[in-house]
């Protein structure tokens, strides 16, 4: 394999490169430039230390102040109360079909993160195998609007999962389902490269059109809630802190 300039500079840029808070800069971001391509180091790493030192609350609260709506789908909730974010790879089933798991796997790029629309929960789709396959791919979480299961070894793995419910059993490999295209769950549009968050508080999606306005208002309310607990450490009232009193 021949070897140029660019490729060698690509190599040797730092990506686990941090900035501080106060010097972030988040202009002009797209969802896209959560995955670095080679030409959007300053954008990527930008994102980086913006979205690892944010919460689903925060994301939640800043997508509020720009579109009066939250994001939220109450439904699915933290199975291992690990933080992911990236953008969205979309799947639709039924819950016998376990088998459109292996193919959306399959399908996905590295740093996406799987959603996926079931039909009902009565049946699992999601369990310690596709987690460890999807996890040594480089797919960052998964989201079930549906069961997920072994839940002994989901609560240990080094990888994200959410879920509206559980239970032990499941269906068949059939590979049935619809991969990446827009699904409805809980009245919430959800498109593929739409971007996802999610925590130990819940899940928060943003359309992808909206993702830098969000991301700019974000990085505002972390700087205001950072200076708001600063005030309380010098012994400040939340009450006067916020016009209460």
Not at 34 to 60: H, T, W
Not at 118 to 130: H, N, P, T
Request: proline share 2%.
């Amino acid at each position: 394999m021949s070897v140029n300039p660019k490729i060698i500079l690509n190599n040797t840029k730092n990506l686990k490169k941090r900035i501080s808070v106060d010097k972030i800069d988040v202009s002009n971001v797209s969802v896209s430039d959560l995955k670095f391509n080679g030409n959007n180091y300053d954008k990527y790493i930008n994102l980086m230390s913006l979205l690892e030192n944010v919460s689903a609350c925060q994301v939640s609260d800043a997508y509020n102040s720009i579109s009066r709506r939250s994001g939220v789908i109450k439904s699915i909730k933290p199975i291992n109360n690990q933080k992911v974010f990236g953008s969205i790879f979309t799947a639709e089933t039924t819950s016998d079909d376990w088998g459109t798991s292996a193919l959306a796997i399959d399908a996905a790029d590295e740093g996406d993160v799987l959603f996926f629309k079931v039909d009902c929960d009565d049946k699992a789709i999601w369990g310690e195998l596709a987690s460890s396959c999807a996890r040594d791919k480089g797919i960052r979480g998964c989201v079930i609007h549906g069961s997920a299961r072994d839940l002994d070894a989901l609560l240990y793995m080094d990888f994200p999962v959410f879920a509206s419910n559980f239970c032990p059993n499941a269906g068949s490999a059939l590979g049935l389902g619809v991969l990446n295209e827009m699904i409805v769950v809980d009245g919430v549009k959800i498109n593929p490269g739409d971007f996802f968050i999610g925590d130990e508080s819940g899940i928060v999606v943003i359309p992808k059109e909206l993702f830098g306005k969000t991301m700019s208002a974000s990085l505002d309310v972390k700087i205001k809630e950072s200076n708001i607990i600063n005030l309380i450490r010098e012994g400040k009232s939340l009450g006067d802190i916020v016009g209460l009193k």
